[in-house]
């Protein structure tokens, strides 16, 4: 093995955060875009038969070009770990980041029919129409897109229908 491929090597098994450039994708896990309100903190809390579970949501991040460039960092990193479930944003512009890292990843979505659930899902957990239940209400159509994706999108799709959570198909998502 050459002093470049040990390097290579060595730099893609890293667990901390890198400064600058990521590893290279060695994706060991699965990411899901998960839309809001499917059950990402819960599934987080509950895990799922024992796999590490990393829900990254996106507002933790700044809104720079820098800020985005770490997100994807951390997804790169958590989505190295083996058996991992690392739960992302659904936002198109990083579903596209993702897609052009060679990142694979699953759409988690409603049936576009079901807006009435979703906003009663979020209302209950955050305990009355907030900022998120008026964007969801005003912006569904516009949310819903997600189902067509983006020119060239070749990421699977999985759509809940009425009562589902994440919890529910994650099985099939995963495998099983």
């Given at each position: ?14 667990t ?12 060991k ?6 839309f809001?309100c499917?059950?990402?903190?819960y ?8 796999r ?15 800020g985005?460039q ?16 690392v ?36 209302e ?7 900022g998120?239940w008026k964007?969801m ?16 999108e ?6 809940l ?6 919890g ?9």
């Open positions: 093995m050459s002093t470049i491929q040990k390097k290579q090597s060595q730099s893609s098994t890293r901390q955060p890198s400064k600058g450039q990521p590893p290279a994708s060695t994706q896990g699965i990411i899901i875009s998960g809001p499917i059950g990402k903190s599934l987080t809390k509950n895990k799922y038969e024992g590490p579970v990393f829900d990254l949501d996106s507002s933790g991040y700044a809104k720079t070009e820098k985005q770490e997100y994807l960092n951390d997804v790169k990193k958590h989505a190295a770990i083996p058996r991992a479930i739960l992302v944003s659904t936002h198109e512009t990083f579903r596209k980041q993702m897609a052009s890292n060679n990142l694979q990843y699953i759409r988690v979505f409603p049936s576009r029919d079901l807006k009435q659930e979703w906003l009663g899902r979020q209950n957990r955050a305990g009355g129409k907030d998120l964007f209400n005003d912006n569904w159509e516009m949310m819903a897109q997600i189902d067509k994706g983006f020119s060239g070749t990421s699977k799709k999985c759509v229908k009425k009562g589902e959570y994440l529910h198909v994650i099985p099939k998502l995963v495998g099983k």
